[in-house]
């Protein structure tokens, strides 16, 4: 027991971590995750209707900037940097996914067409793309670094 006297002694190891900055490197690895997530959910789409859906561009960068940002727990340059680099590779892989699922729309599964991927079929897929979708997609990466970049103001209290 400790005397009457003294106070609470120091604080634990354990419980001054709570309070240290979160990791910018899990932030991005989170937002990397969902980055991809959504974008798989954007080719299961693309495989389902045949259409290329460009729009969901913009749904992958704001679901990778906003899960980076608040899992870093502030935005500023490295999180909207961080954020630019993740929405670039989850929306080049949705954009590029998409196109192919359009592409071979009901013709061989998405799995095939990738084992036999060759000049032709990237030449079909950039087609596919179009300038609507390459725009769509640079949006996409600029909304992510945007929504990153936003700090919170400081409460009044």
């Known amino acids: 027991t400790s005397p009457a006297g003294s106070g609470p ?40 209707t045949g259409l290329l859906l460009a729009e969901l561009a913009l749904v992958v960068g704001l679901a990778s900037g906003l899960i980076l940002r608040r899992a870093a727990r502030r935005g500023g340059f490295g999180p909207a940097i961080s954020a630019f680099v993740i929405a670039l590779i989850a929306i080049a892989f949705g954009l590029f996914l998409a196109a192919l699922a359009v592409s071979i729309h009901n013709g061989p599964s998405l799995q095939s067409a990738l084992e036999h991927l060759d000049a032709a079929r990237l030449s079909d897929i950039w087609t596919k793309i179009g300038e609507t979708g390459a725009v769509l997609g640079g949006a996409g990466v600029i909304v992510a670094a945007l929504v990153a970049l936003v700090q919170r103001p400081a409460s009044r209290s």
């Open 9 to 48: 002694g120091p604080i634990p190891a354990a419980a001054s971590t709570s309070a240290r900055r979160p990791s910018l490197f899990l932030a991005s690895l989170a937002g990397l995750v969902v980055g991809l997530v959504v974008a798989a959910l954007w080719v299961a789409a693309a495989v389902e």
